[in-house]
């Protein structure tokens, strides 16, 4: 509910933006994230399972919807405040802005997984203050009109206005760029680092309390060991809840400051700044390997077919510290392509609809990476679950196929003009380089016949 809430958010608040400006849907997003907080005061420690998945599953709604509005606000912003011709100064902007909004977000990872323990009431309280903190800057620190559209373009045609091909291609590249994350780390990675050992649950694991059970398991009614929560499946890492709000916590930050910093140390560098399609293509096909590599290694490598904890624990954290190194370089690029590729009367209106695919793949991602984690691998019983291991391994290989499609949907877009470098290594020629070659051959052609 949270990833469909946010399709249609990214859409009515694209429109919105438009039509009343940022600062509108900024503090309308504010005022959200306030109340969807708020609902979590109402929890009760009586409540059934399934009423409290209900519940807290509306709570997550309204703070979806809170989040996609604030964020039009930021993206938006950045093509407004930067001349036509300064490509490069929009993807430092863009970049800056992106990479430190993701890190704040792991922040928010690390103290919540670290208040929680220490009281429910005081991570809510907490994490309002925070929301409360940047209100007055939403409300005195904007200009009304930011982000309005001529009142011609404020309407509901312009969102799905189809007229922009470059926008439309980078859009469905975004579906399944964020959906080759989103099959193994939003679902499938927490379950996995949470879940047991699964030779060390059933009925053969006698027990008097919990602490006579490995980690992630419980000591049942029966008097022995069983899994926390068998549809996490089993063969995972057996970690504590907060070492795994650290570790997302720890991998959110890391992404948004190689976001924030991709323009100055990887595009820079090699001769990419400011990106183009051909850039987005070369670092899409890199986003392939970790996954590619993690899928091989759970699939077939010792180290998880044996459950070696130690080997198991290295290559899951090498193979995800890279993989957020490649995938917050891609983001940064396609953040920058968005605005680039907007036209600036309508930039509210565009980047609403490119992140309306966003959350679209997001959603993908996340229903699909369900359906493969909990049915892929072989069922171990009502005590132990499924195979967390084939489960995770699966996952993987649909983000590497999602990683390999948005890179070829990429190949649609017509931005041919500045070519691919790497560092002093020429790749694909300008367009311009092209064109002289091409006078360059002709002409040695007409030289050969006069000759001849």
Not at 91 to 118: E, H, P
Not at 122 to 149: E, K, Q, Y
């Amino acid at each position: 509910l949270y990833e469909l809430a946010g399709v249609f958010t990214n859409l009515a608040a694209g429109f919105l933006g438009a039509r009343w400006g940022i600062q509108f849907t900024l503090i309308i997003g504010l005022s959200l994230q306030i109340f969807s907080y708020g609902l979590l005061y109402g929890w009760q420690d009586d409540w059934t399972k399934e009423q409290a998945i209900i519940y807290v599953t509306i709570s997550q709604m309204f703070a979806g919807i809170a989040k996609d509005l604030t964020k039009l606000g930021g993206k938006t912003v950045t093509k407004l405040v930067t001349p036509d011709e300064q490509e490069t100064k929009l993807f430092k902007l863009v970049s800056l802005i992106t990479g430190w909004k993701n890190s704040l977000k792991g922040v928010g990872y690390f103290l919540g997984s670290a208040l929680i323990q220490v009281d429910y009431f005081l991570a809510i309280g907490c994490m309002m203050a925070l929301v409360l903190f940047a209100m007055p800057w939403a409300i005195v620190g904007l200009d009304r009109s930011l982000g309005t559209a001529k009142k011609k373009n404020a309407n509901w045609r312009e969102v799905f206005n189809m007229d922009n091909k470059n926008l439309n291609w980078l859009s469905l590249a975004r579906l399944f760029l964020f959906a080759s994350r989103d099959f193994w780390f939003e679902v499938p990675l927490p379950f996995f680092l949470r879940s047991p050992a699964c030779d060390e649950i059933g009925e053969d694991f006698l027990c008097s309390v919990d602490d006579d059970c490995t980690t992630g398991a419980i000591c049942g009614a029966g008097g022995f060991c069983k899994n926390l929560n068998s549809g996490g499946g089993c063969g995972g890492l057996g970690v504590e809840r907060v070492v795994v709000g650290a570790f997302l916590g720890g991998y959110i930050i890391l992404y948004g400051q190689v976001q924030s910093w991709t323009p100055q140390l990887v595009t820079g560098p090699l001769n990419q700044t400011p990106p183009n399609k051909y850039t987005e293509i070369l670092w899409g096909l890199i986003n392939c390997i970790p996954t590619l590599v993690m899928w091989i290694v759970m699939t077939w490598s010792t180290a998880f077919e044996d459950y070696k904890l130690p080997q198991m624990t290295t290559w899951l954290v090498c193979v995800i510290v890279f993989f957020a190194i490649i995938f917050a370089i891609n983001s940064s690029i396609h953040s920058f392509l968005v605005v680039n590729y907007a036209s600036k009367d309508k930039v509210a209106v565009s980047v609403g609809f490119y992140y309306m695919s966003n959350a679209m793949g997001r959603l993908v991602g996340t229903i699909g990476s369900g359906l493969l984690y909990s049915y892929i691998g072989e069922d171990f019983g009502e005590y132990a679950g499924t195979d967390a291991v084939a489960g995770l391994a699966a996952c993987f290989l649909a983000g590497t196929i999602s990683s390999l499609l948005a890179a070829t949907i990429t190949v649609m877009i017509n931005d041919n003009k500045a070519g691919l470098k790497c560092g002093c290594l020429t790749i694909v020629p300008a367009a311009e380089d092209q064109d002289t070659l091409k006078e360059d051959d002709a002409a040695e052609a007409s030289n050969k016949t006069e000759t001849l």
